[in-house]
């Protein structure tokens, strides 16, 4: 046996002996009598006690080997039964999945063939092994909580994608997710499985019984009177739909919860085990003693003091004892039955610095005595075994299970050899390790012992109210509970703590780069396996399997960001020159340098190729960075049609680096290039990414606008963008969808207090009622008595304090990595779409996901970092070097919902003037061919509570059904904004171009949402009055529902803009003025036509009350109108006013009995028509005094007069016209104007509306040059003068 540290080399040859005590001193060699104390105190028999000295054979290394084979000696008779087969069983020795034969649909099978994936609809597999006598048993280990069906079956059940194990004659099946047995029928059984647990299956086929068991407490026998005799025979089975996974353990590995009597269906290699726990005897004596060969004794010492001094007598003793050992170390049933049982009781035994030391003891001796293979196979069943065995341990109370793993596992990472072999091999390739950072949460709270932890609980109280729930004041007995129940919360919060410092402990072992001597250090060999985890969750979406679940990568971003910010500031304090943590960001040099690889991840200015090819010359001029002529001529097709000049063959980049100076020697100049083109992980070095002497590495192409003082590391720098990337693949997701939990804890409060309400209104004498209302009072109880425990734990591990300030943190790097990417101008399109992703994210779950436990107001520096998003928002969402469509409408999306929130709103109002104007005179933009409806909402924001009658929440017709979500945008308290109507309102006034095209627009779109909006109610309601059944497609109602939305928002838009500039409709000074306000008021006459008339089809609809179509009322689109109509015929000055009263009556399709209807004063009918129902409402604003003030019902009476007046004075007035002088587009105004140089005709409202988005005649499509005035009595007169 060769050892392969320190240059020693041992043998088995013999030793000469001597007692001589100098020789001794010098060589180590022992005499005959203390080396013969020495291997009996060391191989002593386990049958036998320590001898006397007289009767012991002595011991020497020449017959060592002799006394050793008896020691290991197992007795025939054991040895041949684990061979031979067993009486009541069939099949292989070995038992696995029968992956050849034995399936139904489409499975995937862990290469052991013990682990499988469901990719069908309900597939079904069964073992290669049956029993058909006896008492046997097996482990499935769950590792996701899905519909499954596990049990046993015989060799004539068929199966389909329908029907699985239970579902036929002679199977049997439990299912954990609906909590049911099953037999062909189902019925109650058991409990709810969760992942992670362990569920045993039981088969007696001596009194042909079969049970299960959970996590080792039995549930019950689950069937009797099974179908035995001849043929029947029984095989374990599963079937398990799509994306859910389990591992079987037949008796490969040490059964978890064995039970007395019952047999594993594969046989544990008892002679192997045997040796190897003597074996394991004689190891564990060789630690306890070592020798002193001055005196001539053995000394006692502690397993934590003993040490390998290279003593030859010591160091062949071990020979002998990993010369048996080495080889049953490779199997798995050995590791974990022997080898992790002594691990683990060492972890045990001590503190943690002695447990390491003797842990590091032992891997010394593996790698010393052992193969590199067989050290390698034994840590990689070890560190497999040591996830198995924490993935699948119940919670306690205490957490203790997972506490004693987790330590065994920093105490062999510890170990920098095992670690870099761990880290290299195993880790990331066949452990899904991010299991060792994730703290499940207890689907059952009874048997994690949250009740002890927690035994009082409590939950808010809420009250609904105008749409939005308030918590109401809590008695004296709600604030005890309240007090205790938090008092039980931080209990819990401190037990999972110091789990969760044992997992950072783990990732800064993987984080170390100080242990580089003999090979790379651990940093650079995490960050390649990180990197390719990255890519793998990042470009597999679509593969399941392959991806971590998003609840692990929670855990596993928050202790990585603790790791990363303790290196960070550690190297911070040795570097003064570097920057804090606090102030950490992502160079921009990183995006485009080529040293960090991002997969096929959208770029902010679309493809990496692409981006290349178009900002090379940037690159070259900004950053000194060539790209690499062969990068660019393999990115796709249509590079190769490009007359690019081939790069010489000297300065073409090798296919190894990432990046080559032309000067590897010297400082670059500015003159000089750097030639780069993207390396995968596995091709970088060291060097590539901390950089050498002359070269920055991760930083190399550094833009003039970039500091040149170093932040950090440069590994620490790529850990950091790897976090904000895992933060995006799935956290936020994941965050989101835990608050389910607090959802339903709100629903059954909310269940439970109307229950609690019925109770106290029932009358006594109804018992019937009073019994069934107290039993639901009692389960709403007992349901929330568990959600607020378990709410407690996620509270705890998902939505704690820290974990909170690890998303602010991250949230402050986004917004400093885009304020620096930013400044390089066109190279900010080669950041990766994420970052902004994360920062609008981020934002969101801190505000939306950690309230009401934890306020974002609380952590520090809030209002400067809401000012920095809302400054980032307000320029980017019409950022020209955006060019992604998804990213583009999700910064609209974002800053919609910042301005719908008082905070937030004084954020964007606190941003530079500057910004603000840009970012209005963007929202001010026309909206064609671009996504107009969400600048639109975003308008109308900054404008809701100034409009007429615009104060509410929620639309007065939808408070009394359903409340819903407080916390939706829509469903804020109105916060106009005053100063960005200002600047909108001087944009507007000012620019002799935005008001006509912006108006012009929002007309446009007004006209396009209401034409469908009523086209669409037309088919409902033709659908509706089929006698036939029939449905409305719920998309339609959808659309319907939107374009109504839609048309209300336009209509207050315009509303903001006739109360902030009332001059570009009245002042007709202004080239546009006039046909702004014709198509204005005939649009308004449109719309109050179609929606006030009698029994119209928009009054049908409206009582109808479909689903989806809730928020289509009168209210919302008649007071949008009528605020216009005041605004235009009240507050307007005196010309004003009389120019839009004779615009308005002068439309032909006004109407005043439209305006009559919205104080409820209705026209009589006509002669021959029925009257109307008496009991029929009619609509009137005079019924909204809760929303339309006195003051505007006052201004609504005072128009109202006007216009009756006015229309009855312009009747009186009016004169014929004859059909010729009639506009020949509209039929509605005289001829008013002619074009040049054609002649055509028409009115000047017509022919000014076509020229905003057209110069060709209507008639003969000349291009119009000139519009000039035209009068017929005038021209009359001007034609007979001439002649």
Known sequence: MASKEGGMAFS??????????????????????????????????????????????????????????????????????????????????????????????????????????????????????????????????????????????????????????????????????????????????????????????????????????????????????????????????????????????????????????????????????ARAQRLLGCFRAALSVELDPVEGRLVEKESSEWRLQGQPTVLLTLAHIFHHFAPLLREVYVVEAVLMSFLLGVVE??????????????????????????????????????????????????????????????????????????LSNVLFDVLRSVVFFYIKSPLRVEEAGLQELIPTTWWPHRSP??????????????????????????????????????????????????DDNGGEASRYIFLTKFRKFLQENASGRGNTPMLCPPEYMVCFLHRLISALRFYWDEYKASNPRTSFSEEAYVPPQIFYNGKVDYFDLQRLGGLLSHLRKTLKDDLASKANILIDPLELQATTMDDLDEDEEPAPAAAQVPRTAAVTLMTPRRPLSASEKVKVRTLSAEQRTREDIEGSQWNEGLLVGRPPEEPDQPLTENSLLEVLDGAVMMYNLSVHQQLGKMVGVSDDVNEYAMALRDTEDKLRRCPKRRKDILAELTKSQKVFSEKLDHLSRRLAWVHATVYSQEKMQDIYWLLRVCLRTIEHGDRTGSLFAFMPEFYLSVAINSYSALKNYFGPVHSMEELPGYEETLTRLAAILAKHFADTRIVGTDIRDSLMQALASYVCYPNSLRAVERIPEEQRITMVK?????????????????????????????????????????????????????????????????????????????????????????????????????????????????????????????????????????????????????????????????????????????????????????????????????????????RLLVHGPASGTERATSVLLADPCFQLRSISYLLGQLEPPAPGTALPAPDRKHFSLQSYTDYISVEELAQVEQML????????????????????????????????????????????????????????????????????????AANASATSSAA
């Open 12 to 273: 088995r040859k013999s030793y000469k002996l001597t007692s001589d005590a100098e020789k001794s001193r010098v060589t180590g060699i022992v005499h005959e009598k203390l080396l013969n104390d020495y291997l009996h105190r060391v191989f002593s028999s386990p049958d036998h006690g320590p001898a006397a000295a007289t009767s012991r054979k002595p011991l020497n290394f020449q017959n060592l080997p002799e006394h050793l084979d008896q020691l290991l000696h197992v007795d025939e008779e054991e040895e041949e039964e684990s061979q031979e087969q067993v009486e009541g069983r069939l099949g292989p020795s070995t038992v696995v999945l029968d992956h050849t034969g034995g399936f139904e649909g489409l499975l995937l099978v862990d290469d052991d063939l013990l682990g499988v994936i469901g990719h069908s609809n309900f597939g079904t597999i069964r073992s290669t092994t049956c029993v058909y006598k006896g008492k046997w048993i097996y482990e499935v280990l769950i590792s996701s909580q899905g519909l499954m069906q596990i049990g046993w079956c015989t060799i004539n059940c068929r199966f389909n994608q329908e029907e699985g194990v239970g579902d036929t004659h002679n199977s049997y099946a439990y299912d954990g997710n609906r909590v049911r047995k099953w037999n062909v029928t189902t019925t109650n059984y058991g409990k709810a499985w969760a992942a992670g647990d362990i569920v045993s299956c039981l088969i007696d086929l001596d009194e042909g019984t079969l049970s299960f068991s959970l996590n080792g407490v039995s549930l019950g026998t689950a069937f009797e009177n099974l179908s035995r005799g001849l043929g029947m025979a029984y095989f374990p089975a599963i079937s398990l739909s799509f994306k859910e996974s389990v591992a079987f353990n037949f008796g490969s590995r040490p059964l978890r919860y064995p039970v007395a009597g019952y047999r594993p269906l594969q046989d544990p290699p008892s002679a192997d085990l």
């Open 349 to 422: 035994a001590g503190p943690p610095e002695r447990a390491q030391t003797v842990v590091h003891q032992v891997l010394d001796l593996l790698w010393l005595f052992m193969e590199d293979y067989e050290v390698q196979d034994c840590l990689k069943q070890l560190m497999m075994s040591l996830l198995r065995l924490y993935r699948f341990s119940p919670i306690v109370p205490d957490l203790s299970l997972q506490i004693r793993y987790l330590r065994l596992t920093i105490a062999i990472l510890s170990h920098q050899k095992s670690r870099k072999f761990l």
């Open 1201 to 1272: 007069a006007h216009l009756t007046s006015a229309s009855a004075q312009a009747a009186a007035a009016s004169l014929p016209t004859s059909e010729e002088d009639l506009c020949p587009i509209c039929y509605a105004h005289p001829i008013s104007a002619v074009f040049q140089p054609c002649g055509h005709k028409s009115c000047k409202a017509c022919i000014d509306q076509h020229l905003m988005n057209n110069k060709d005649c209507f008639f003969c499509k000349a291009t119009i040059v000139s519009v000039e005035d035209w009068d017929k």
């Open 922 to 1126: 963007n929202l001010l933009a026309p909206y064609e061919q671009r996504p107009w409806a969400q600048t639109n909402w975003i308008l109308v924001r900054l404008w809701r509570g100034c409009g007429f009658g615009y104060r509410y929440t929620r639309l007065p017709h939808l408070l009394k059904t359903k409340p819903e979500d407080a916390s939706l945008p829509s469903l804020q308290k109105p916060c106009p904004s005053t100063l960005l109507q200002q600047h909108m309102a001087d944009l507007l006034r000012e620019g002799s171009d935005v008001a006509p095209s912006f108006l012009n627009s929002v007309l446009n779109q007004l006209n396009w949402a209401f034409s469908e909006f009523i086209g669409m109610i037309q088919e409902i309601h033709q659908a509706a009055e089929r006698l036939e059944r029939n449905f409305v497609d719920s998309r339609q109602l959808k659309v319907c529902a939107t374009c109504f939305d839609l048309s209300v928002s336009l209509l207050r838009v315009l509303e903001m803009a006739i109360t902030l500039v009332p001059e570009i409709f009245l002042d007709w000074a202004r080239p546009t003025s006039e046909m702004l306000l014709r198509r204005l008021a005939q649009l308004l006459n449109q719309v109050l036509n179609r929606v006030t008339a009698e029994r119209n089809l928009f009054d049908r609809v409206v009582t109808l009350r479909l689903p989806g179509l809730e928020s289509v009322d009168h209210y919302p689109i008649l007071v949008a109108v009528t605020g216009i109509l005041v």
């Open 465 to 514: 109210r105008e749409g939005k729930e308030e918590m109401r004041e809590e008695t004296s007995e709600e604030r005890l509970r309240r007090r205790a129940y938090e008092r039980g919360c931080q209990r819990l919060k401190k037990r999972i703590e110091v789990v969760e410092e044992l997992q950072v402990q783990i990732l800064k072992l993987l984080l170390n780069n100080k």
